[in-house]
């Protein structure tokens, strides 16, 4: 399955190229040369990422990127023909989520493309986690039950909680966590994760006697399973 980029772009060579390279790597191209044309397409079609050129005619990928936030949360990477590092700080603050030398060789541009397109998922995958009512809010690291109450999350309880929904279903051992929440390696009989775990459970299990939503799994740390719809 392809993922699908609009370049952006009013030069037709720069984009043919790059889009005869990305075809074969798994990424539909779609050009458009004319910047008006992008948000109306990005209403009507799917896409999965947006390549912006910096210069952009009479308007520029700055303008671009404003409007598109507007209307939609999808990747944008910025294309720069020069390295101004403003450009680069308004860019990223505006909502870019990298930012390409123009002159950089087709190979970087995709792996840059691959890299923001993983970022992205990571993200959907996180959200995709947090159901029934449950919020995560990961920026203002804060859990908030389906009545709207804030849960009261030390840092260390909301960076564990982090690491095992990043997961996305698979068991987290103690060692990757221990290092994730206190910077150190896990020490044999060290059981401040298994303390953690249980100040977790008090909050967010239905049952504490009866893990559902963060299980233990034999010889290989905890697993988180999705939050629950009903709370006790």
């Known amino acids: ?11 037709p060579d720069f984009t043919d190229e790059l889009g005869l390279f990305l075809e074969p790597h798994g990424v539909h191209c779609i050009p458009v040369a004319d910047p008006a044309e992008l948000v109306p397409l990005l209403q009507a079609t799917h896409a999965d990422l947006v390549v912006l050129d ?5 308007t520029t ?10 209307v939609s949360p999808v990747p944008c990477i910025i294309l720069t023909g020069h390295d101004d590092p403003i450009d680069r700080i308004v860019g990223l603050e505006l909502g870019a989520d990298d ?11 995709l792996a840059r493309i691959r890299a923001v397109l993983r970022r992205a998922r990571n993200v959907i995958a996180t959200a995709a986690n947090i159901a029934n009512g449950w919020e995560f809010r990961q920026d203002e690291r804060e859990l908030y039950q389906p009545d709207g109450s804030r849960c009261s999350l030390t840092s260390a309880e909301f960076t564990l909680l982090q690491k095992l929904i990043d997961a996305r279903g698979e068991p987290v051992n103690r060692d990757v966590l ?18 953690l775990i249980v100040r977790l459970r008090r909050i967010v299990e239905p049952d504490q006697a009866n893990p ?3 299980k233990s ?6 697993v988180f399973t999705g939050f629950a719809s009903q709370m006790r």
């Open 1 to 11: 399955m392809s993922d699908t980029v609009i370049l952006v772009d009013d030069e």
């Open 212 to 214: 559902t939503v963060i």
């Open 54 to 58: 910096q210069r952009l005619g009479s």
């Open 99 to 109: 930012y390409i030398h123009k002159g950089a060789m087709p190979r970087e541009i």
């Open 178 to 195: 221990t290092e994730a929440v206190f910077n150190r390696p896990y020490r044999a009989g060290d059981r401040a994760i298994d303390g």
């Open 217 to 222: 799994a034999r010889q290989q740390g905890y």
């Open 61 to 70: 990928g700055m303008q671009v990127l404003k409007e598109v936030r507007a």
